[in-house]
Structures are given as structure tokens and as C-alpha cells.
């Protein structure tokens, strides 16, 4: 297959560039039965649009989803579901600039070298406008994982910068423009960001995400592991650069003794495995973290070539968010929806007849 | 395709247990011509191989490679090449004791979940003797990818529990059982794990990986990116619970113009990219770092569930690892090896027609 | 891959129904400096589109095919390639009549089965409009082909019903609406098709494929060979229920002295094999030929059940062919170019170091 | 997936050439706790082995399976499988005399084309013998299909050359070494293959395959359509040159009135289509006959050329089949069961909420 296609039996194919009329992606294998509309994956696409907050690029677009297929009476057909997203704020002058040269950091060097040429237009194909689609399909697995399974899925902005987070109130997250977890840092971030937009800078980030009802048993070893996929999805995101489970780096210096979390008839007694073990979900949290590097296109002057090789000075103005980490949040929420969602499947097609024998959670500190 | 498949174009498929007769791989799509024997393979399963030293499990197993297809007078023919391993030293007895048990922290408890049952001896399928077959096929696209493409790829311990090693001598990586890249540690090494043998525990490590020499423009995105797929492969080894390319979780504190790698007609001035930029190889080495947990399997008691939910302690005796970490240097490089191979065939076929136009490498600091 | 899939390299998916909004697919994989656009994909819609005929249902639609995104000042990028036709003419309440009941020999049954219910207007995604898709992906296929390879791929009606046609004038296939290679038969398949209408029934058709100028090498084997990639492309177009390459079934009879294609220096002597060896393409023509079977939508009434399993009769009335088969032959030409570019691809990602040694093709009766 | 891989979800992987140390593969995907040992696999070997008749070639091995994984006390685990089968009576020196030139209708050519050289002992990969993993993998998809779905596949000889066989007893399919379904035409097969082999030639065959008990819903169009896996998998034999689907090319002179299968309550009046309707099975018999062609290797000398183009004359001596279609009953049943099987678990994976409403199946003309 080639490399826009996502999953096995939950397929989701994706196309478009930055400054093309549209993007818009093939969501094939969702079973039929699920009620869905515009209406379910408008909400995720607003959280991750865009201009949400002056702190991300200034594009203002509606990403106004469309439906093309696979949708009948309101719920799905078993068929294709294709959607679309139409590009209506294209400033393509704003690139003419960087054309003929790559900017540091920045995907442009290894397209054209990959591909002879380039849609230079926004980073064309390599601009995280492409992660739209990832959202939009995976509001459909969400809602099919959340009304069929009970699987719900939160992340959250675990760390800006030299700023971390602590994971105060989940449930706050959504309510502002950073998807801090801590309300009571909203200040000293929205300083923090002010700060770097006045220095023409950009900075990196660490977002978590958490899984909870995932049934035990997903996962398909020894190569198609749970967190393998997981890994893979994740690391799929523009801008990442590292992804942790669960302990994550944090195990390198723990002993078997701390590591392992212990079971009792009551349930798990912690959760360094973040969900997995051997590949395969254990139905307690799933537990991923990611890493998210500053973004490249900085008003900051840096040196580079252009497509002679000659040098030159690259500074990028034009829209560009100083963090893309900040917009990382939903998008990492579909990234693993999309993940649990195409293994359910695959692991429903090899052992429908097997009966899980215990349905153990990680049992919390205070006990519930 | 069922999950023991690794790859798209250069495929590999494995097969085996911990205590079955024999584990074997089919690895499919190997271009014609390259010359390759059971001598090419035979010195990289040594390295990963039990019981090079008292520091690992003391199996004694010739781990003795068959190459049964797909290579005729000396040179791969393009089709299939099917590779054994015969066990020969199982001692399934020892495993008598946990069949009706869970170990905390180990797969046991998943695979019964996911299968109904479970092959209790010596892990089965989750066992980490499965990777000896990764090892072998990894030798194979080494080969290639070092006579074809020169490139060369190279592993070492990066952290034993708290001990943090330096690349200072990386060609003297392979001559000690640790992995270790600075000699001089090599008696703190040693110490470090006599304790921890003593005290019947076990500790995390990090393995870093190296590959230099890569062509530019390897990488499918938006999903098959280089990076996604080395990160999905590094996952699938047991034990593993985070993956970083290049700068990896330290990019979240870096600013944008401290992490993106400058250009100049010479060269990169840095690599913080780790080699891969939008998802495509740029020529600059490749930089993996792998987070190995801690094994389940050991000495100390720990509280867990049997078969029928009841409390019980499990106590794992027998042979295995205080540090699966040792071993994984040499499964780390071959698991980068073979996602590079599978990415070169996955670009040739698209893109034969493009020539890279340049062939820029990082400057060392010193200036070359 | 869910089941809307085609290709491993150079892959097409697909979605849409009959009724629906749009139809849509996603090219993946498509080599970048392919020069392309709407005008290079129109034509080849042109001919396959319903109403060119009287023959053909009447629906009225400019199948106005969209180049979404992959294409940059005229040149393919190397990005996925989507495509867009919106349906303009959808007259859905001709089907309400049967939307609680299913046509004999119709997938009206299976696909209520298989999902448990179904988009019943104009088939939903069971229809032949489908292959529009189909039609317009394979465009860029041919120009490729064409164009980087000299591959030339003409088919053409075999038989009608009970008349068999010779292809005597290939070069004129494309000016008579029922791709008859024989202009001279042309006032009788007229009046076959005029009496089949007054009928109220249909009739099934053979349709012969050939591509020319094909490079040995392509197909591998054991399973992905290159006819068995084609047997499957073709049996996925709809109606279709038969596969031949070369002799086909006529070889059953044949004696191995009689069926083997000799060689001389000068080329193959005959093309029994239809072009493909041991499921490796010979540089022969490529010969395919398929079975269409008569549609199930007619007016002569038929027994069936309804959606609860009482007894009820069927008459189709609406749009619909009466010979599926006379739309055809663009849709296999289309398959062909789809199959044979993705084992191009593959081919090339796994040999491209091999140097052909023969460029034999078929030697022609009079000998040239 | 390269090219020797078959299945999504239920895969065979095979490797091995006809004069190497063994022939192997992996089944990866069966679903646990089926009961299975080399006992279940043996007898299928068996019926296909050559040397079970003085018409088929003379080669004695006993084709004796290894179980090396994925079984543990009798049942399949969830994990892949692997099955060996060494070869025990190559005579290689036979083949010195082709190594040089290419037998006209052979893969001698292509492969050489493709890959550059070939394995000329036997045929290497491409030989016959590479069968023999699929009735073995087969045997285990076939032990599930029976025992949990209740379907059964009978294939038979059809044809054989000019000799036109009718099924007449399919219990008696087994007894005799022609796959014949009417035991009354032994005499006269035999009577024709002494006088084929009397005059050094060979001849095609038909053989035709049936499941019953398939139940409805199995397919994934609009590509992985249960016919077009059907077709693939039966392209993918040697020798076979074309497939049918139910009525087949017959369906080419039908009228839509004859050729549609009319339902009541009680069942489908008839099965033109061969048990697949949209690609999608119906719950009637899955019928599929295919064409193969006669073996190139006679000894009636041919015209060709050798290794530098020079023309030569090829006699074929040695041991070989002069029908292959004589073995190829139990190859093309089980490649029958290996796609039903594949379809059953991917279509339970997208389905598994799905209830059939109906299970019809066809109403024999007596009327049962």
C-alpha cells in the first residue's frame, strides 16, 4: 500500500495539500449501523481549527466537512465514507518568497529531493493542514468506540516549553486555547507564548493522551503490537519526535520490582505499562505521550540554500504558529482512536469466538 | 495482512516459540544478485545470542541459521528465502510452576485475555527469543544496504538503570557483552549487574542506534513516513516503551531556532532532526534512542492473579535476563535495517526516475 | 486494506454511491513529473458514460471529473491524487419501488445480508456508476504507461449475445457506440439491441483487452502474479464472471506441442500464453478477455421475496443497460493500465538493478 | 506485501523452490483452540503428491509436514503457524541439460527476464511442487471452515482434454487418480494418458470446485469482492489460464430473464451466479471452475533459444506431468479455502454486529 493509508481494516486514506481546492480522505472497513452526520465530526474539527486562539496561525477557515458517501438514513452503510473539506483562505502569495529556497528544519529539503519538485505553496502536501482529515476520521471511530465499547479518549498539553503541566482537571481541557489541564496556569502560558511571538521564535511541546474502557486483547504481535501502531500513528504527526507508553524513558532507570504493576483479584496496582503488555492492550489505561519539536517556520533568520545550493538567508513570515504542539491535543486524540479502532476490528476478526475471562482496571490510590 | 508480517516491499514474516521445535522467518521481496550465505548471518545471531555472557540468560544454544530457499549458487535469486533455527535447548520443566499464574508485568496475562489460553513455556510467542529471527533477516537487508548503498548501522548502550554511557569508542562497541561505547565503564558495568543479579532484579536500559550513509528521500508520508515505520518497528521489540528520533523529547524545551539544523552548501551544521525531516531520510544520519523496561521475570515476589482470578505470589525463577537492554543492541540494528531496506525498494519503485539533487551530510564540529 | 483498495504501489480507492453526492477516489503512489490534468482524464469518461447511446441507460451526467490535489503546475507530485465527480442527475424515487425487495440476480440481497441493510437507490454503492472511479484513475495510468513505457492498451466488444465479432478494425473501436471492432456488423448488433429493448430483457457480452509494448519482467509470483492481478481487477468489475488470458479455456483441449509459444531469435512464434509466463509478463501482448453476464434490472417480471421474506414479483423499471457489457470495454482497458502500473512499480522497487537480456515480442503471421 | 503472501487477515506466506533443502510456510491469523496436527494436513498432502499414479510424474517423496509453531496440546494458539516440508528426492542432474535455454511455454524465460538468472534445477520457484504449502496451509483453513462454519469443498476433474467428464458421483471423486466424478470414463482416461505419454505430449484440463454452506455476507467490494479473491487465488495455480464464476462465459449468450437466479421463500430457483452476487456471497454453493493449460515440459522437441539468443531445439526428458490439471483438484480446493476463510474473518471483523436475515440456499430441481 502506499503511504497515505492508515490501518488494515479500518482504513482511513488521505489527500490534499495546504493551498489545493480541497483535502479530503476515505474512511473504508467503519461497520455499518453507527449513526453519524456532520454534525459529530464538525465539533473536533472546531478544536482543532486554526485561529481557535491568537496564539495559532491566523488562517481562518470554516473546515466545513462534507459527507460524500457511506452515510444512509443517517447512519453508516458499510461502504467507503468519503469526506471533504474545501480550502477557501488560500494567501498562496505569501510563498513565492521561499520557492527557490529550503527552509531549515522544514520539510522542503527532503521533498524535493524525494520528489525532484515541490508544491511549495504552505508546505503543500507536508503542511500539518493535512492532519484535518485525521481528525475528521477519527470522530468516526470515536463515536463508535465511545457507543459501542465505552472507550473514551483525552489529551491534554502535558508540558509548553520549559512549562509543565500537571493533569489538575481532564476535564477543563477543551475549555481553553492551549488544552492546558491546569487552569490555574492559563496566565504564565499565554505570557509565555506573547514572549515567543514578540521574539519570532517557536518552541516545542509534550502532549499526553489517555485511553480508558479499551477492551483487553488488542493488539496483534509480534510485529502489529497495540503500541507498535500506536508508536507508528503517532510518530506519523508532523512534528513529532519522540513517543513514550505508559513509564515510557522513565523505565530505563526503574527495577523489575517497581516497573511491573502488580494484579490483584481487585485489579491492577499501578500502570507503568501505560496499557500494554506483550503488544496487547490488558484493559487497563492506554498511555501515550509525545513529543512535539518547535516548529521551523520563524521569523528568526536562519542559513540554508537555495535550489542551486547557493547559500541564503531564510525568514519565514506569512501565517505560522510558534508552537504546533498547541494544536496537537485533538489531533492525537484521533491518532489513537484511529489506532483502537482498526485493532478492535482485526482482533474481532481473529477471536470473535474467544471469551475474555477478567475485565481488570487499574485500581486508583484512593481505591475506587 | 495478520500481524508477523513486517514491511511493504521487502517483507519479513516470522514464526516460532520459546520452547516450539524451531523458530523461522520468510523474508520476501530481497532484490536478485546479492550474494549472501549462512556466514553472513551466523556472526550477527552470535552477537544477540544467550549466554555470550554470565549477564544473560544462561541458554546454551548454537542458534545455528538455515537458509532453505531463495538462493542459488551463492546469490539470492529474488525469491522467497525461507531461514530456520532449531531449538535445542528447551527446558520447558522449568515453566511447570507459572502455567496457572500471571507474572506481573509480563504477557501472560494478555495473551490468555486475547486467545483464550496461552502456550505457558518460556513466554511462548511473547518469549524475546523470538527476535533471534529479526535478528537473521535484518542480516540480510544489512548486507544490501551496506554493499549496495553503503550504509552503515550502528547500536550501543546508552543507559544500564542509572548509568549513563558516552559514545566515546564506538568501534569497540562489539567487544564487550554490554554493548557498552566507552571501555572504561566496563568494570562499573559489571558490577552494576552482579548486584543486581544478587538482589534477584532486574533494571531498564537504552540502546542507541546509528545509521549513516542513507540516501535522501526514503519515507512515504503523510503515514508511511520513515520515522513513523522506524518507530512502529523499534515498539514491536519486547520490552521497548519509548522511541525518540534524533533530538526526541528533548525538542519540547527547544526553541525553534536552537532545534532546526541549518544548511550550508558544505552541509548541516546539526542533526536535532535525526536524519528525517517531513517524514523522508535527508541524508544526514539516521538517530534512533529506544526505552527497554525492566523485566518481569524475576526473583523478587510479587502479587498477582492465577488462572481461576484467586491472589497468588509469583516467584519467577529459571533463566532470564536482569537486563533484556543487553541484548537489544544487536535487534535494534537489525530492526532499523530492515525498515531502511523496505523504505529504499518503496521509493525506487515510485520515484526511479528522480535524481536527488544534492547529497548533503551534517559537519561534524570539527569541520569535515 | 478494507475492500476499496486496488494496488500495493500505485493504488486506487475509491467511494460513492449512485445517489449520493459525489463519487470520489484517491490515486496513491503515481510517479511526480507526470504531466496531467482534468483534459488528460475526460475523454477516457466521455467513453465510458452512460447516454452516449440509446443502448445505454439514459441518465444525463457530465461526469465532470476534478483534480483535487497531487498535481502542481500541471505535473504530478508524487502526493496522493484525489479526484471528484459530483452526481448531478440522481432520480432517486425511481427506486422506491423496490427499495423492500430484492432483484433476482441483483446485489440487492447479499448486500442486505452483509450489512443488514442497504442504500437502495439506483443499487447505492453496488452500481456500475462505481467504475467511473475506475475510468478516471486509470487515465493516469495510461498516460504513464504511454508515455514513460510505450504500453498501449486497446479493448474491444468480442461478442454480443450470440454474435461473435472479429477484430477487424481495431483503429475504429472507439467511433461506434458499442466498441465494435467489426464497423460492418454494426446495423446488426443495432437491431439486436432495438428487439432486446422492446423485450424488456438484456443479454450478456464478452469484451477482449490487450495491452501492447508491455516490459518483461512484471508479476510476482508465487501468488501476486501478474495474471492473477489481472483475473481479480477484471472479476471486480462489476458483472463480470469469467477471466481469460491468452488461449484460456480453449486450452483445456489444446495438446502441449500446440499450445507452447516456440521462440526464435526473431520473437515468439505464437501467443497462447496471452503474454504472461509462469505470472511474469514476456514483453508478448498482454491478452484478456472477460465475461459479462446480462443485468438483473429488467422489466420481464421475476419472482422474488421482500425484506421480510413474503413472496413477491419484480419488475425493473428505470434506467438501466440492457447489455452491461456495452459499457465495458473502457472500464477493463482502465483495470488493465491499473494492474500493470502498479507491477511496474513493484518491479521496479525490487529489480530495478536488473538488466533485461531479450526484448522478444509475438511474431505477426505475415512476419514482421 | 511482496508477491508470496495470500490473505488480509488469515495469510499464507510460502517459500521454497523444487530442488532445495524444503518447501515451507506460515499461516498467520488462524483463530485459537482449533483442534490441529500434522494427522489433519497429512491425508490432503497425500491426494495431491505426486507419484500417485504412473500419469503423473515419478517422483517419490513422502511430503511429510512439521507443525514447528502456533500449536500447543493439540490447538492452534492465535500465533502464526509454520509448516515444513523437506525435500528428500531431488535429481538435479536431470536439469543440467535446460540450464542453458529456455523450454518453450515455460517460466525459464521470464524468470530470467525478471530476476536476471534462475534456479533452473526443476524449476526452482517456479515450480509445480511450490503446491504443495498450499494444500497444506489449505488443510487447516478447510478443518476450520468445516468444523465451525459447516462448509465443505469438493473440486473434480472436469475435463480433460477432448474428454468431457459429468458429475456423477462426487463421493467417489477420491478413489481414483483422476479426480474423475464419474467412474464409469476410468478406462477411457486411462486409455488417453498412455497414449499421451506414448507420444511425449501433454494436455490442458478443466476442474471444477464447489463449497456448500458458505454462508452469506463473505466479500468486500468494490474490490476485494468474494469472486475477484476467487479468481486471483485460482490465477495463481500453474498452468491455469482462466476462471469462471457460476455460469461463467455461458452467461455471455444468456438473457437477463434466463440468467438470474429467481428467489422464493423456500430458496434460489436456480445458481447462475455461482453462490456470488455483488461480490458477495448469497448462502448458495460457491462455484468456480477453472482452465489449465498443458505442461510445457514434453518431449516432443520445440523450437527456442538459449542463454545468448543462439536458437536451439528443448526436449524436455526428465519426470514430468503430461496433465498437470490431474493434480490440481486438491490445489484448487484448498485455495478455495483459503479465501473463504480470509473473507470469513474479515467480513466478522467489519460485521460481527450483523445478523443474517435469511439463509437461503438453492432449491435442487427435485426440490428438497
Redesign the interface.
Given at each position: 500500500?502506499?503511504?497515505?493509508?492508515?490501518?488494515?481494516?479500518?482504513?482511513v486514506?488521505?489527500?490534499?495539500?495546504s493551498h489545493?481546492?480541497?483535502?479530503?480522505c476515505?474512511v473504508?472497513?467503519?461497520?455499518?449501523?453507527l449513526e453519524i452526520s456532520e454534525a459529530d465530526i464538525q465539533p473536533e474539527l472546531e478544536r482543532r481549527r486554526t485561529g481557535t486562539s491568537r496564539h495559532t496561525s491566523q488562517r481562518k477557515e470554516p473546515d466545513q466537512v462534507?459527507i460524500?458517501?457511506?452515510v444512509?438514513e443517517g447512519?453508516t452503510?458499510?461502504?467507503?465514507?468519503?469526506l471533504?473539506i474545501e480550502n477557501t483562505d488560500q494567501r498562496s502569495r505569501d510563498y513565492e518568497k521561499i520557492k527557490d529556497r529550503?527552509?531549515?528544519?522544514?520539510?522542503d529539503?527532503?521533498?524535493?529531493?524525494?520528489?525532484?519538485?515541490?508544491?511549495y505553496?504552505g508546505g503543500?502536501?507536508?503542511s500539518a493542514r493535512?492532519t484535518v482529515m485525521r481528525v475528521a476520521a477519527g470522530a468516526i471511530a470515536r463515536k463508535y468506540l465511545r457507543e459501542?465499547l465505552g472507550v473514551s479518549i483525552q489529551g491534554y498539553l502535558a508540558?509548553l516549553?520549559?512549562l509543565v503541566l500537571e493533569p489538575k482537571s481532564l476535564s477543563t481541557v477543551y475549555d481553553n486555547p492551549f488544552f492546558s489541564p491546569d487552569p490555574s496556569r492559563l496566565e504564565e502560558l499565554e505570557e509565555y507564548m506573547i514572549n515567543l511571538r514578540r521574539d519570532g521564535?517557536?518552541?516545542?511541546?509534550?502532549v499526553n493522551v489517555i485511553a480508558s474502557g479499551v477492551p483487553?486483547?488488542?493488539?496483534?504481535?509480534?510485529?502489529?503490537?497495540l503500541?507498535?501502531?500506536?508508536?507508528?500513528?503517532?510518530?506519523?504527526i508532523?512534528a513529532v519526535?519522540?513517543?513514550?507508553?505508559?513509564?515510557?524513558?522513565?523505565?530505563?532507570?526503574?527495577?523489575?520490582?517497581?516497573?511491573?504493576?502488580?494484579?490483584?483479584?481487585q485489579g491492577f496496582?499501578s500502570n507503568?505499562?501505560?496499557g500494554?503488555?506483550?503488544?496487547?492492550?490488558?484493559?487497563q489505561d492506554v498511555v501515550v505521550s509525545i513529543?512535539?519539536?518547535?516548529?521551523?517556520s520563524?521569523i528568526?533568520p536562519?542559513?540554508?540554500?537555495d535550489?542551486d545550493?547557493?547559500?541564503v538567508e531564510v525568514v519565514t513570515t506569512g501565517r505560522h504558529d510558534?508552537c504546533v504542539?498547541l494544536r496537537a491535543t485533538p489531533i492525537a486524540e484521533a491518532m489513537l482512536a484511529l489506532v483502537l479502532m482498526d485493532h478492535y476490528?482485526?482482533?474481532?476478526?481473529?477471536?470473535?469466538?474467544?471469551?475474555?475471562?477478567?475485565a481488570l482496571k487499574t485500581l486508583l490510590p484512593g481505591g475506587d
Open positions: 500500500m502506499s503511504g497515505n493509508t492508515l490501518g488494515k481494516l479500518f482504513t486514506t488521505t489527500f490534499g495539500e489545493g481546492p480541497a483535502l479530503g476515505i473504508d472497513g467503519c461497520p455499518p449501523g462534507k460524500l458517501s457511506g444512509f447512519r452503510t458499510g461502504t467507503p465514507i468519503g471533504l529550503f527552509r531549515p528544519g522544514h520539510a529539503y527532503t521533498y524535493d529531493q524525494k520528489y525532484g519538485f515541490r508544491d505553496r503543500g502536501r507536508s493535512e459501542r508540558q516549553g520549559p521564535d517557536s518552541v516545542g511541546a509534550r483487553a486483547g488488542l493488539g496483534e504481535p509480534v510485529f502489529d503490537r503500541d507498535a501502531d500506536i508508536a507508528f500513528a503517532m510518530m506519523s508532523n519526535k519522540g513517543v513514550e507508553i505508559g513509564a515510557g524513558f522513565a523505565s530505563v532507570s526503574q527495577k523489575g520490582s517497581e516497573h511491573r504493576d502488580e494484579i490483584t483479584p496496582l507503568n505499562a501505560g500494554v503488555l506483550g503488544g496487547i492492550s490488558s484493559g513529543a512535539l519539536k518547535p516548529t521551523s520563524i528568526v536562519g542559513r540554508s540554500i535550489l545550493g547557493n547559500p510558534p504542539g476490528l482485526r482482533h474481532r476478526g481473529q477471536n470473535a469466538d474467544v471469551t475474555s475471562k477478567f
